[in-house]
């Protein structure tokens, strides 16, 4: 399973088993859909999605099989996690770059180690042997993305690559 992480649980709401989720996963139209399944915590319990709505600062899911609050109060506290193929669309997810060779021309720079979910601008965590830089998520920056290939181009940005 290529897991991706969508959020944490971090409560529950009133006694039916209603969850509180805390995600910052910006495709929630695509993941939390009747009948999809997520896995939760340590052991990655499968759950398959009932109900999802947001309220406030919270996504709310309900699970099928699960009604009453005793079900879910241990829950609380667990991360939750999707199959990324359960996730349909054409469009990559910001969890497709982690892991993708990060090259200036030809040569390879380095790695996507991660990516940090900015409110202005995303940025690229690219790590090396040696280093960790961080590059904008910015088509000013951004060459090519050779998804199949796992690979990243990037333009313009030798400077951040500068040893000093």
């Known amino acids: 399973m290529n897991e991706i992480y969508v959020g944490e649980i971090v409560g529950t709401h009133g006694i039916k088993g209603e969850v509180r989720l ?9 993941a939390f859909l009747k009948g999809k399944n997520v896995y939760i915590g340590k052991d ?6 009932r109900t999802y709505r947001p309220h406030k600062q919270y996504d ?11 079900d879910v109060i241990d829950m609380r506290f667990s991360k939750v996690y999707m199959n990324r193929e359960d996730i349909e669309t054409d469009k990559m997810l910001e969890e ?17 180690t991660e990516l940090l979910l900015r409110a202005m601008q995303d940025v690229l965590v690219i790590k090396n042997e040696d280093k960790k830089y961080m590059v904008p998520m910015d088509p000013h920056f951004i060459e090519k993305v050779e998804e199949k290939e796992k690979r990243l181009y990037l333009k313009n940005s030798e400077g951040f690559f500068h040893e000093n």
């Open 22 to 30: 805390i995600s910052e996963f910006r495709e929630k139209e695509l």
């Open 44 to 49: 990655r319990t499968q759950y398959t999605i």
């Open 96 to 112: 497709d770059y982690v892991g993708m060779d990060v090259y200036i021309e030809d040569k390879k720079v380095g790695t996507v």
């Open 60 to 70: 709310m899911l309900t699970f099928d099989g699960v009604t009453d609050i005793n």
